[in-house]
């Protein structure tokens, strides 16, 4: 099972807010023999499909922003609106500063992969070590993992969805510059972003404990149909139910807001 990458959605809030942050993680380092994976690239670009998620009207009070910086130099400024939205030590505390826009962008797309570009995430590592009960061949996900990520699940709680709503639509534009930046030269990021709130919507349940196997240094699923899933389904799987349902609470807000209201015209 892959260590480095138990989401959030913390992530996927924030990541998914305004990134969706919906976005938690635990990253160990990786072996010195493993690369990370390369990202997609089509080969050639695929023809523009119609807008399904135009990104709604700011609000008022968002309106009063600054102008928007270049994506070069957005890094301070998406930060300080973070800020003021999950709390400057939540954005301390979690957020890796650099090219903040790019690893929103490149991790959301990822989560509905089978894999996520992990040198590219936008929060740091969930502290402590990953715990299992039992040996490689015929182990469980001991239940004692699930309060790692209790504290960032509680910022997660505690978001106004619509305040965080509010940050990813004035800083729109540059996700998706970013987006088609990434290889999408016609894509729309909010469909994107619709797209793999739903596919995160759409985890399974499953009865706990969960079988684990050890093959090689991580730990995988034992059940083949598991491990096959998205990569953020089986982050929510490794987060717990009660902590993957409260993401799940928040994720829907955030739909909802994204994809009703005044639209652009």
């Known amino acids: 099972m892959n260590q480095k990458w138990i989401l959030p959605a913390g992530f996927l809030i924030v990541v998914a807010g305004a990134g969706i942050w919906y976005t938690v993680t635990h990253r160990a380092p990786p072996p010195a023999a493993e690369t990370a994976p390369a ?69 959301i797309d990822g989560l509905a992969r089978p894999k996520l570009a992990q040198q590219k995430l936008p929060v740091q590592a969930v502290p402590g070590e990953f715990q299992a009960q039992g040996d490689e061949l015929h182990g469980t996900l001991d239940a004692r993992n699930y309060d790692r990520y209790k504290p960032m699940v509680a910022v997660i709680r505690g978001l106004d969805m619509q305040k965080v709503a509010d940050v ?54 034992a059940d083949p149909a598991l491990e096959a899933l998205p990569s953020g389904q089986k982050i929510l799987l490794r987060m717990g139910p009660d902590n993957a349902a409260a993401i799940k609470t928040q994720l829907k807000e955030l739909r909802t807001i994204l994809t009703a209201g005044p639209l652009k015209h």
Do not use: C, W
């Open 168 to 221: 990813y639509v004035h800083y729109y534009p540059l996700f998706q510059d970013a987006y088609q930046n990434l290889g999408y030269p016609n894509g729309y990021f909010n469909d994107r972003l619709v797209a793999v709130i739903d596919v995160l919507l759409a985890t399974p349940d499953v009865a706990t404990p969960i079988e684990l196997t050890r093959p090689r240094v991580m730990y995988e699923f």
């Open 39 to 107: 990202l997609p690239s089509p080969a050639e670009p695929p023809a523009e499909a119609p807008t399904l998620h135009p990104v709604p009207e700011e609000s008022g009070a968002a309106k009063t922003r600054a102008p928007l910086p270049a994506l070069a130099d957005s890094d301070a400024p998406l930060l300080a609106a973070l800020g003021e939205v999950v709390g400057p030590t939540a954005v301390k505390d979690y957020f890796i500063p650099e090219n903040v826009v790019r690893r929103l962008v490149v991790t």
